[in-house]
């Protein structure tokens, strides 16, 4: 019944090393984001995916990449981490919206990345 | 690019009123959105503005000014199961959202 999912959601692991983060919706939505919550707590947008665009956010390193095997999947790669690639990261996905409406963005539980 | 301000922390009793400020500087405005945070879990929807006035959904009420620049979320009735943080976001680029660095309320018996 989970609605987006993402694993693992704890992954601690070594600078310079590369992981995955993979994640899953089963709402039948056509575009999924990857966000980055520091321990300030602030949530920034780093992709925003669907099987037409792909919109990054420009402050985002060029060594994080969105994968999408297929339109339920959006899975994040980090190549050579860093100490401060430490944070949470979210999975959301939503419809594309009409003009003047909205489709609100459903989370994902989260994955606590702790790089050392 | 997008400039989002809002209280860090607020503290308000159980029972109360609290109203939640968000200010925004934009460009490519498309709507704002309020989510709530509980510590360690996931941001999930509150509610959504993208014309001037307010927009009630139970508890929860949400007020936009365009031409001001400005948001608040209003909770009536407050319990304690509403301690969390509270994100204003701005929507532009399809469907991307900035947030605000969150609100984080405290509710006292």
């Known amino acids: 019944d989970t609605a987006v999912s993402q694993t693992p959601k704890y992954l601690v692991t070594q600078m310079g090393n590369d992981k995955s983060i993979k994640c899953e919706q089963n709402?039948?939505?056509?575009?999924m984001y990857w966000y980055k919550q520091d321990s300030k707590k602030f949530l920034k947008i780093m992709f925003s995916?669907?099987?037409?665009?792909?919109?990054i956010n420009e402050t985002v390193p060029n060594r994080f990449s969105p994968k999408s095997p297929d339109k339920a999947h959006l899975n994040l790669h980090i190549n050579s981490l860093e100490l401060g690639d430490s944070a949470v990261y979210f999975c959301?996905?939503?419809?594309?919206?009409?003009?003047?409406?909205?489709?609100?963005?459903?989370f994902g539980p989260g994955t606590r990345l702790t790089v050392l | 690019g997008q400039n989002i301000d809002q209280p860090t922390e607020m503290t308000a009793t159980e029972g109360a009123i609290v109203q939640i400020n968000c200010t925004y500087q934009?460009?490519?405005?498309?709507?704002l959105f309020w989510y709530q945070q509980h510590a360690g879990e996931a941001p999930t929807f509150l509610s959504y503005?993208?014309?001037?006035g307010l927009e009630e959904k139970g508890r929860f009420s949400s007020f936009l000014s365009r031409s001001k620049g400005y948001s608040y979320l209003l909770l009536k009735e407050l319990q304690m199961k509403d301690s969390a943080s509270y994100l204003c976001?701005?929507?532009?680029?399809?469907?991307?959202?900035?947030f605000g660095g969150g609100t984080r309320l405290m509710v006292k018996p």
């Open positions: 934009t460009s490519g405005f498309n709507g």
């Open positions: 976001a701005v929507r532009w680029a399809g469907n991307m959202l900035t």
């Open positions: 995916y669907n099987n037409k665009e792909l919109i």
């Open positions: 503005n993208v014309l001037d």
């Open positions: 959301a996905s939503s419809q594309i919206p009409l003009r003047h409406s909205y489709n609100e963005q459903f």
């Open positions: 709402l039948g939505h056509d575009t």
